[in-house]
Antibody, heavy 123, light 112 residues
């Protein structure tokens, strides 16, 4: 069955960096785009970033553009999110989510979600 | 970005009764060339990730009970639960994917 498992969350000071990972299994990772979506404590959902199946197209929310970088390693079936210059407002549970369409462009719903990893930015 | 607004923010319905959640987009999410509405619905229970219920505004995801149905077109959409069950207590979100994905603020559904 399809499974995505996030890791790498933790507590970091403002201005610090963190790298999240998402291990995928149960599907052919290399032919699907992948997303990161976040949820601040007690708040709603915010899409963060998308990477196309071939890694050639990446899109970011304005709130993280220039600070976050999405990447993938198909040999390890793993998605990453490098987060730099972290701010208090980046505090959230970060979910990895699968794009439903073969070779999709990211303008899609999200068909499988991980359990999330909590990132806390605090001094 | 397309802004999604849900109503109401919270809703209490008796077991076995109908629950209706509305979602309005700031611009049409109907793509004329394929006549599809780029709108999805999710259910999120406490401590869990969101679960996909509906996409293309009215296509139910595999395994989702048929008491859940989506409707609407253009800018106005509805998620209906025909006969509320105890396990349906959750927060429900709509999401558009016509542009950069954005979500509604969520509707909290409780038992009356």
């Amino acid at each position: 069955q399809v499974q995505v498992v996030e890791s790498g969350g933790g507590v970091v000071q403002p201005g610090g960096s963190l790298r999240l990972s998402c291990a995928a299994s149960g599907f052919t990772f290399s032919i699907y785009g992948m997303h990161w979506v976040r949820q601040a404590p007690g708040k709603g959902l915010e899409w963060v970033a998308f990477i196309r199946y071939d890694g050639n197209n990446k899109y970011y929310a304005d709130s993280v553009k220039g600070r976050f970088t999405i990447s993938r390693d198909d040999s390890k079936n793993t998605l990453y999110l490098q987060m730099n210059s972290l701010r208090v407002e980046d505090t959230a549970v970060y979910y990895c989510a699968k794009d439903p369409t073969l070779g999709g462009d990211g303008y899609n719903w999200f068909d499988y979600w991980g359990q999330g990893t909590l990132v806390t930015v605090s001094s | 970005d397309i802004v999604m607004t849900q109503s109401p923010d919270s809703l209490a319905v008796s077991l076995g009764e109908r629950a209706t959640i509305n979602c309005k987009s700031s611009q049409s999410v109907l793509y004329i060339s394929n006549n599809k509405n780029y709108l999805a619905w999710y259910q999120q229970k406490p401590g869990q990730p969101p679960k996909l219920l509906v996409y293309w505004a009215s296509t139910r995801e595999s395994g989702v009970p048929d008491r859940f149905s989506g409707s609407g077109s253009g800018t106005d959409f509805t998620l209906t639960i025909s006969s509320l069950q105890a396990e349906d207590v959750a927060i429900y979100y709509c999401q558009q994917y016509y542009g950069t994905p954005t979500f509604g603020q969520g509707t909290k559904l409780e038992i009356k």
